[in-house]
């Protein structure tokens, strides 16, 4: 059986039963372990389902958005976002940048700054700081993970776990205030953890779009983000309860 019939069948089954095991994927396709996981990965990277320890699940309203779309959502909040983000960097900082279409917008604000030295695995941020010849920028790799446009995995959360930041700015699907920032996808949580990790500070770049959101896999804890950069039509209920969590918080 090819690849493609493989999947197809994944899809079908997960689309009827909801969830989907790799020891019974492998025992009904008569196939390996190995194999199903590269299966539900791949399946995973094109938003067809969210993967979960063992398996995988329907994505339904967890899937992670294609980064056509989320370019598309509150385009003008995010650039006011990055904006005013960009008002936190100073020349000579080390800033991590993670992947996501805010900190895409801020790279981009940065472009006329010198002397920075820019952490990241966001191919789009990397390619946003090539005008900026004055900074040093630092592409951290490993597995390229299309919908995002970013490295991820082992590999890349082990780099990051050696690099240290003054602050890393990053975003995600959703932040709650009784949870944190989250995503749908464990290997984009892993590396942004690590890239939080090593830095002096965390700022969430978050439109209100994602505040109260709440995805099904948690990035970084309320308890160790120190400030929040969102728009002015975010839920004012739940920024007072991040304030009231100790998040410096500018809505912008």
């Known amino acids: 059986m090819i690849a493609a ?3 197809n069948i994944i899809v079908e089954t ?3 039963d909801g969830a989907v095991s790799i020891t019974a994927l492998s025992e009904r396709l008569k196939t390996s372990a190995v194999t199903i996981r590269r299966d539900l990965d791949q399946l995973a990277d094109e938003g067809r389902l969210v993967r979960t320890h063992g398996g ?3 994505a339904s309203s967890a899937r992670e958005s294609s980064y056509a779309e989320k370019l598309e959502q509150a385009l003008a909040e995010k650039t006011a976002i990055a904006r005013a983000a960009a008002k936190r960097v100073r020349n000579g900082d080390v800033v991590a940048l993670g992947p996501g ?3 895409e917008l801020l790279a981009k604000e ?3 700054r010198s002397g920075l030295r820019v952490v990241t695995n966001s191919l789009l941020v990397a390619e946003a700081m090539v005008s900026a010849p004055e900074n040093e920028v630092i592409v951290v790799g490993g597995t390229l993970r299309h919908s995002i446009r970013a490295f991820v995995g082992g590999g890349t959360v082990a780099q990051l776990l050696g690099l240290r930041a003054d602050t890393a700015f ?3 699907n959703g932040l709650a205030a009784d949870f944190g920032l989250s995503t749908p996808a464990f290997p984009v949580a ?3 953890r690590a890239m939080a990790t090593g830095a002096g500070r965390v700022i969430a770049l978050v439109d209100h779009t994602k505040i109260g959101r709440r995805s099904s896999v948690l990035t970084v804890p309320t308890d160790d983000i120190q400030h929040l950069i969102t728009d002015s039509k975010s839920e004012k209920k739940q920024l ?3 304030r009231e969590a100790g998040v410096e918080v500018d809505a912008v």
Do not use: F
Request: avoid cysteine; glycine fraction near 4%; charge should be negative.
């Open 190 to 192: 892993d590396t942004d």
């Open 5 to 7: 019939q493989r999947r």
């Open 101 to 103: 279409t805010t900190t």
């Open 110 to 112: 940065l472009v006329t």
């Open 170 to 172: 990053l975003s995600g």
């Open 240 to 242: 007072d309860a991040l």
């Open 56 to 58: 995988a699940v329907l």
């Open 14 to 16: 997960i689309e009827r």
